[in-house]
């Protein structure tokens, strides 16, 4: 089919993204210079997010496998592994673009509870990761159910497919479009923001938990700039599919512009999987996970006979 190579590319980014994972997640999670809360944060969003590079690429092998009935007995458990996919897909990619959002909440209480945030328990990450997660599920609910319900000229199956998928309706896809123009935003002004609240906090901290609080801060904002600058490109890669998927939803569609909207959304998940594992990287890297931490050496004071005498002398005084 079309477009197969970013499919592949996909899947390359994917493995990736694994090992990755694998080598420095539990490095990171042993962290202690970075909050409790803040690390849950950072390891669950990895996890959802490198979702999206593993399931999209799932989704369409089991669509070959089932558009070229490679296992004719097998179409009902095939489709509902692919709509499984999907589904799982779907809320990577809202995750995705709600990223900055979740970094955004994250900083925000841990600045408002500098004082006192390091003696929390470490479950904020939990309740706002599973909070968005039921959210999401119930807008793929709704956006399922309608579809079903209304768009009754195509058969029953890609009703659910456009339910449950991301790109399967190029209206919803433009919606996505609108959703990233906002995580943009957000993230520059996390940026602005948590630069601004440091200079005027640092010099009001009053205890050692305020000033870690603040360098930690301080340092993550040296790492969010340049994912955003690098999801900015993202952004611009896929403007080309924007036009497609905007151009699908307004006027009536030709069958070029079709196949041109399907091979654009397949680039659109291989540019994504590339922004996701760029971000990882770089962030292990800027956390210190992958490079090598330098160690000054400091010189050490070689003791005198005196002082060797002295200390000998207050050895054998103890023993009394």
């Known amino acids: 089919m079309a477009g197969d190579g970013f499919v592949i590319g996909e899947g390359i980014c994917s493995f990736l993204q694994v090992v990755l994972n694998v080598l420095y997640l539990r490095k990171f999670w042993k962290l202690e210079t970075f909050h409790a809360n803040f690390r849950q944060t950072f390891i669950g969003l990895n996890v959802i997010l490198?979702?999206?590079?593993?399931?999209h690429p799932t989704s369409e092998i089991l669509e070959h496998i089932i558009y070229y009935r490679l296992f004719p007995g097998f179409d009902r458990p095939l489709n509902t592994m692919k709509l499984f996919c999907l589904f799982v897909d779907h809320i990577a990619v809202v995750f995705l673009h709600l990223k900055f959002f979740i970094l955004a909440f994250e900083r925000h209480h841990a600045i408002k509870m500098r004082g006192r945030y390091e003696n929390e328990k470490g479950n904020m990450a939990i309740k706002v990761l599973g909070v968005l997660v039921v959210v999401v599920s119930i807008e793929i609910a709704i956006k399922t159910w309608?579809?079903?319900k209304y768009d009754t000229e195509v058969p029953y199956d890609v009703r659910l497919e456009k339910g449950m998928g991301v790109t399967k309706s190029p209206a919803f896809l433009s919606f996505s479009y609108i959703l990233f123009s906002i995580s943009i935003i957000v993230g520059f002004v996390l940026i602005r923001q948590t630069k601004g609240y440091i200079r005027k906090l640092?010099?009001?901290s009053q205890s050692l938990a305020e000033s870690f609080e603040l360098s930690q801060t301080n340092k993550i904002a040296e790492v969010i700039?340049?994912?955003?600058?690098?999801?900015i490109a993202c952004g611009i890669a896929c403007g080309p599919t924007a036009i497609l998927c905007f151009h699908l939803a307004l006027?009536?569609?030709?069958?070029?512009?079709?196949k041109a909207y399907v091979v654009g959304a397949k680039a659109n998940y291989f540019f994504l999987s590339c922004y996701t594992l760029f971000s990882l990287f770089f962030a292990f890297y800027k956390f210190g996970m992958i490079r090598k931490l330098r160690v000054t050496p400091m010189p050490v004071i070689r003791p005198t006979d005196e002082q060797k005498t002295h200390f000998d002398f207050l050895g054998e005084s103890w023993k009394l």
């Open 225 to 231: 700039w340049p994912m955003l600058l690098s999801y």
């Open 251 to 258: 006027f009536k569609s030709s069958e070029s512009w079709e």
């Open 202 to 204: 640092r010099l009001k």
């Open 146 to 148: 309608l579809f079903c």
């Open 50 to 55: 490198s979702m999206s590079s593993l399931f």
